[in-house]
């Protein structure tokens, strides 16, 4: 098992957002968690990046458990970063940063990191050369080798959506989550992104899939998650949850998708 | 008034305004790094820390600097006969200096407070999950948006500095405004006259022109992002 949650909770005042989310995960596996909007899905993928920290719960990856509410957080900011590493984010918004260029974007965390290498003195130079070469080749992936010295500003939507999935890709991350990844595209940019999404899912890379492309959803999933307000409605394959949902709810949420 | 007192009169002038550009850029250089640790103090989360600053801010922004400068030059001694200022020009400036410091930084601090809260909180967020630290995040990710956010409000605050520099003859420094003034009543054989005090503004205007220039160059060359 790669990821395991488990009944993790979270509330805002007396707002309860998360009311015991369970689900596990397998390697190589494209989760993908629909739902209306307030149902929790954003909270969670905030919580498993550790954005927000959960007020009940478990998180286990790999078998070494991240983050544990019986045992509240004793670790210092240090060790936060380096669970945090086993995840990657891709925002809604890109949250590229808009001084450095495509490029930059996706080398400046790795280069952060390197100096912490106790032999980065040493091989600076082969570090930094390294780090560049994989920043070229995960925008050659993402179609965007002629777009490496523009400035998001300079981009499309579409295409500083795709910087972005190189910059949390360049961190190799266990599993790479996505927030809503097309909401703030229009119609004509959504297929780039999801293209490159789906190139992802075939080259086997675990993925969490907070989405409203409900056909997206049905064909790049292994496996889907229908949460309503703060609980797990139902889980299974998208053929199960798409083509014969057991839940009275799914059926009423799915159901403008499915007359289509 | 002839050539020769001309030169005098501009002899003088140049001395003063020497002055005020030594104040004016001793201000700059001490209030710019103050004021972000002031603003770190007003956004710190240890509650009376950044009441503390609250208050400090209310009283240095809300009194006249004319009146701080008195306090400042006289204060110490006044209550506890404590003189750190030492004597004559140098003193006057020590204690101008430490007036207009605290005073611009405070109004700085709340300039970058208005920068940082400009920027998205995803831009902190973005840099966490890249497991990058808040130091990092602070220096690498925000400076640089929060400073193109402030050259504008900035520029208008340097601006504002370099006249201001002139309420620092309340305590006799010996900047431009000082030397005209000298004239009002007749100096150095010339007849009392008005001339030298208004010919202040040129120097002010030249520089502010300069100054008007470089942040107009600093802004465009920060343009290169949104």
Redesign the interface.
Known sequence: MMLEVKDIRKSFGKTEILKGIDFEMDQGEVLSIIGSSGSGKTTLLRCL???ETPDAGRIAVNGETLFDGERPESAG?GEL??K??H???V?Q?F?????YTALENVT??NL??AKQQPDYKQNRRAITERIVAEAHELLRQMGLSDRESN???QLSGGQCQRVAIA??LA?KPDILCFDEPTSALDPELTGEVLRVIRGLAEQHMTMIIVTHEMAFARDVSSRVIFMDNGLVCEQGTPDQIFGHPREERTRQFLLPFIQR | MTAEQWSIVFNALNIGFVQTLRLFFATLIGAIPLGLLIMFGRRSRFRPLSWLVQGLTWIIRGSPLMIQLLIIYYGPGLAFDWHPWGGGEAGRFSAAAAAFIINYAFYFAEIYRGGIASIPQGQEEAGLVLGMTRTQIFFRVKLLQMVKAIVPPMSNEVITLVKDTSLSRIIALQEVIWAGQKFLKGSNGIAANILPLLCTAVYYLVFNGLLTLLLGRLEKRLSYFK
């Open positions: 990046n550790f954005l900011a970063r380096r945090r590493l995840f990657g984010l925002f918004n949250n590229l940063f808009p001084q400046l965390a952060l990191l400035y998001p500003h910059r949390a961190l």
